[in-house]
């Protein structure tokens, strides 16, 4: 974000703006945030007036021809605080109407309400040696009161924007993958591919049991085709692996997350993370777990959660009953209501999430 111009992210705000605020004013929290930081805005402004700041500044900028304003400032400004002075009512301009100065500063001063700290806390030597003690006490109070709030207004709309931007992610990814489907009813329906959508609902159930930390765990499709699997899991673990032994499936994977990373660029939603490993190769051999050691420093008995589309689920199974570490878990797709027992490993639940279709398998503890 930091590499965006000032345009480009007041572009973004306006968009933030279109798509969310709504949705933010609805929100009791942020609502009464807002009108907090209104009202303290005001008394800051108020303070600044009594002490006789605005008129020392007034003074500098019209005889001295100073300002505080400097070039680059606007720089520090991200898109939330931002969409912030765009809820209180402030028009934020395209144009830069001095070019020695800073780009938020208009014919009569600053045009933002919402500003960032250095802006809030600065005053010049001048300014300094000009007022009183009392006057240097009022002035910090205020915009330390100021500041408190629109920190917190920050963070909460951040949170609130982050918490719904990743379920409107994950939506997006299901519809995205879903509509591009492998393999058909026959002898070769083995590479059906996965449905997103009751998949998704299977990994909130394991994120509600703590069976996927974002920080800690390790993820492995054991055929992961073009990687649909693994880009919806990558929001959830540290790391999401996926090995695929067809190469003409694994090659359409860049191809189909490029245009998915477009799709959400465009929508203003989260971008994949960049914690997807895919490798072309057999997963019962030991050749991807050595790429994957010198990679990523993760080995077979490394991954928390193994996943299958039934096809080879008992060799993969056998495989993580002699090699996965203890605890480790199985998520097998496409079974219903006849389900394998496989020697090491224990059945935990038959229907996970109730979706008919993905059995959950760990590794026993001894």
């Not at 002075?85 to 933002?112: I, K, M, V, W, Y």
């Not at 465009?266 to 030991?286: C, E, H, I, M, R």
Request: charged fraction near 25%.
């Amino acid at each position: 974000m930091d590499s965006l111009s000032i345009q480009q992210k007041v572009q973004r705000a306006r968009l933030l703006c279109q798509v969310w605020s709504k949705r933010l004013l609805q929100e009791n929290s942020i609502r009464t945030l807002l009108e907090t930081l209104q009202q303290n805005l005001h008394a800051s402004r108020q303070t600044m007036r009594q002490v006789g700041l605005v008129e020392i500044c007034k003074r500098c900028e019209e005889l001295e021809g100073g300002s505080c304003c400097g070039k680059g400032i606007e720089n520090r400004y991200n898109e939330i605080l931002l969409l912030i002075n765009l809820l209180l009512g402030c028009q934020l301009s395209d144009e830069q109407h001095r070019a020695d100065s800073c780009f938020f500063l208009g014919p009569r001063g600053c045009t933002l309400l919402a500003r960032h700290v250095l802006c809030v806390n600065y005053l010049c030597q001048a300014a300094r040696q000009e007022l009183s003690a009392q006057a240097l006490h009022s002035l910090q109070h205020s915009a330390g009161v100021e500041l408190e709030t629109t920190f917190l207004l920050h963070e909460k709309i951040k949170e609130y924007i982050r918490r719904s931007q990743l379920a409107q992610t994950i939506a997006t990814i299901t519809d995205f993958y879903n509509a591009r489907k492998y393999g058909y009813e026959g002898f070769e329906g083995y590479r059906k591919s996965t449905d997103l959508t009751k998949l998704t609902s299977c990994v909130r159930a394991l994120q509600s049991q703590g069976l996927l930390e974002a920080q800690r765990t390790v993820f492995l499709d054991l055929g992961c085709a073009d990687g649909r699997v693994n880009i919806l899991l990558s929001y959830f673990v540290k790391y999401s692996l996926g090995i695929e032994i067809d190469g003409e499936i694994l090659a359409e994977a860049d191809g189909r997350l490029a245009k998915l990373q477009a799709r959400l660029e465009d929508a203003f939603l989260l971008p994949v993370p960049g914690n997807v490993t895919l490798l072309s190769g057999d997963s019962l051999q030991s050749e991807p777990y050595v790429e994957f050691k010198k990679k990523l420093g993760v080995h077979f008995s490394d991954v928390d959660v193994f996943y299958t589309y039934i096809t080879l689920h008992d060799l993969f199974a056998a495989k993580i009953a002699r090699e996965a570490k203890a605890g480790a878990l199985y998520l097998v797709y496409g079974f219903n209501k006849v389900l394998p027992q496989y020697e090491g490993l224990q059945l935990i639940d038959p229907d996970l999430a109730g979706q008919g279709i993905v059995a959950l398998y760990r590794k026993r503890l001894s």
